[in-house]
Antibody, heavy 117, light 111 residues
Framework: EVQVVESGGDLVQPGGSLRLSCAAS????????MHWVRQAPGKGLEWVSG????????YYADSVKGRFTISRDNSKNTLYLQMNSLRAEDTAVYYC??????????WGQGTLVTVSS | QPVLTQSSSASASLGSSVKLTCTLS???????IAWHQQHPGKAPRYLMK???????NKGSGVPDRFSGSSSGPDRCLTISNLQSEDEAAYYC?????????FGGGTKLTVL
C-alpha cells in the first residue's frame, strides 16, 4: 500500500526557516516524481514544488521560487522541503504527494505550517 | 500555462446524479486532468485520471458511482446515486512543463 507521511510542521516567526519531511513507503520511491502542495486556511489547493525521480529536476511555483528548496534522498525514501524567509502568506497545510503518470495519485495527511509572530 | 475553471459550488439531492465540470483554458483543450475529492478537515483523495477522449482510470477503491467524460475543453466528473458521504470539495488538476495547476474547487452539497 502506497503511503506518504509528512512531518516537520510548526509555528515559526516571519523570516524564519523550517524543513518539512515526507517518508514514503509501498512503492519504488526513486521511480516517481514527488510534489509539495499546500492549502491555506479556507482556500483551495496550490502546487508548491515538484522533483523528478532522480532528484536532478526541480520545479517551483513563482510564489516560493528563491525561498523554498525541494530535495529527496532516495536511499531513505524521503522527500524534503526547505522553507526559508517564511511569510504570513505561507501559512498552510502542506501535503506531500506522489506523482503518477504526470498527475498526483497519492496524498499524505498533511502537516501544518503557521507563520506568525 | 493552462488554467482550470470550476464552479465554486453545486448541490444535488440524495440519490440523484450530479455532473461537475472543469474547463481547460484556450489552447489547452487536449490536456489530461485528474480529479481529487477532499472532505472537510481531511487530506485530498485521488479519484481518477481523465483524458480528452473521455477515457478515464479510477483510483483504487473509488466507487462505480463515479465516472468521467470529456467534451472539448470540458472535463466532467459525474456522481450517480449521490450519498451523504459524497458531500465534499472536488478539485481538478493538470500539468505542463515545470508546473502543475489546480482548479479552484467545487464544493458539493448533498441535499
Amino acid at each position: 500500500e502506497v503511503q506518504v507521511v509528512e512531518s516537520g510542521g510548526d509555528l515559526v516567526q516571519p523570516g524564519g526557516s523550517l524543513r518539512l519531511s515526507c517518508a514514503a513507503s509501498g512503492f519504488t520511491f526513486s521511480n516517481y516524481g514527488m510534489h509539495w502542495v499546500r492549502q491555506a486556511p479556507g482556500k483551495g489547493l496550490e502546487w508548491v514544488s515538484g522533483i523528478g525521480g532522480s532528484g536532478d529536476d526541480t520545479y517551483y511555483a513563482d510564489s516560493v521560487k528563491g525561498r523554498f528548496t525541494i530535495s529527496r534522498d532516495n536511499s531513505k525514501n524521503t522527500l524534503y522541503l526547505q522553507m526559508n524567509s517564511l511569510r504570513a502568506e505561507d501559512t498552510a497545510v502542506y501535503y506531500c504527494a506522489k506523482g503518477g503518470g504526470g498527475y498526483v495519485d497519492s496524498w499524505g495527511q498533511g502537516t501544518l505550517v503557521t507563520v506568525s509572530s | 500555462q493552462p488554467v482550470l475553471t470550476q464552479s465554486s459550488s453545486a448541490s444535488a439531492s440524495l440519490g440523484s446524479s450530479v455532473k461537475l465540470t472543469c474547463t481547460l483554458s484556450s489552447g489547452h483543450s487536449s490536456y489530461i486532468i485528474a480529479w481529487h475529492q477532499q472532505h472537510p478537515g481531511k487530506a485530498p483523495r485521488y479519484l481518477m485520471k481523465l483524458e480528452g477522449s473521455g477515457s478515464y482510470n479510477k483510483g483504487s477503491g473509488v466507487p462505480d458511482r463515479f465516472s468521467g467524460s470529456s467534451s472539448g475543453p470540458d472535463r466532467c466528473l459525474t456522481i450517480s446515486n449521490l450519498q451523504s458521504e459524497d458531500e465534499a470539495a472536488y478539485y481538478c488538476e493538470t500539468w505542463a512543463t515545470n508546473t502543475r495547476v489546480f482548479g479552484g474547487g467545487t464544493k458539493l452539497t448533498v441535499l
